[in-house]
């Protein structure tokens, strides 16, 4: 890949904002709108928070870490970046598309790169019906609540959810269970990428529900509708000895 004009946008944080002088010095900046490539400086939120800016117009996105966690990130080195650039690997992913129907009827979209999470808001436990693909696949679940994760996103809140980690390219989507107390063994499923996931909200008006999608969060819910947003490419770049698919697999021994 051949990159001429890059927009380095860096997190709020110290670290971050000093490597963005560094790298502006070192490089020059251009704006967003004119840029072939966005270098995104700090950690795995500030990625996504990057990655949903440039959805729009396609910009891929190299992550440098100056953040805590940097799962989608690769090593911070202020050198020899445009050769870096080069020699960049792509992994292009479909985020989810959300669409939530809250209790007053208003009807809410969003796009998820990681995940979209049901989360109860009250100290009640959440009453959830889950369908996929048009076929009622479970009448109830008593839980905290339910996550549909990409394989990009198994590895942020769904693993800490013990939901399973999967491989980029593996066309599966992570339904996973948050506290189930009923079903208790019920932990979740492996569904395909392109199914409709339908979750349904019991007693919505008492046992209050939230919904989010990454960044965006809609409460009071009464059902939510996932589906892959196929329409909707991202692209993230990685070092080619560092690329994500290698660090899913990875995450997977790590004790």
């Known amino acids: 890949m051949d990159f001429k004009t890059i927009c ?20 020059g900046n251009n704006s967003p709108e004119n840029a072939d490539v966005i270098v995104a400086l700090g950690g795995d939120g500030f990625m996504l928070h990057s990655l949903h800016r440039a959805m729009e117009r396609g910009v ?35 985020p989810l598309h959300m669409e939530v129907h809250d209790i007053e009827g208003e009807i809410h979209t969003a796009v998820a790169i990681n995940e979209v999470s049901l989360f109860r808001e009250t100290r009640m436990a959440a009453k959830l019906s889950i369908t996929v693909d048009g076929i009622r696949r479970m009448d109830e679940i008593i839980c905290d609540g339910v996550l549909v994760a990409t394989p990009a996103g198994s590895t942020a809140y769904n693993a800490s ?21 009923r079903p208790s063994r019920w932990r979740g499923a492996l569904l ?14 008492e046992r209050m529900v939230s919904a989010t999608a990454d960044h965006t969060e809609v409460r009071h819910v009464e059902k939510v509708i996932i589906r892959e947003a196929k329409e909707t490419t991202v692209t993230l770049l990685f070092d080619p000895e560092h690329n994500l698919s290698e660090r899913i697999i990875k995450a997977q021994f790590l004790p």
Do not use: W
């Open 161 to 181: 959810a013990h939901g399973p980690i999967i491989p980029i390219g593996s066309d599966i989507l992570a339904l996973t269970a948050i506290s189930a107390y």
């Open 8 to 27: 380095f946008v860096a997190a709020h944080y110290q670290v971050a904002q000093q490597a963005l002088v560094a790298l502006t010095h070192k490089y």
């Open 192 to 205: 395909p990428h392109d199914a409709t996931v339908i979750i349904g909200v019991h007693s919505c008006q």
């Open 60 to 94: 891929p996105v190299y992550g440098m870490n100056r953040g805590s966690v940097g799962f989608l990130m690769n090593t911070f080195k202020q050198d020899h970046l445009p050769e870096r650039l080069t020699r960049a690997e792509a992994a292009n992913l479909h």
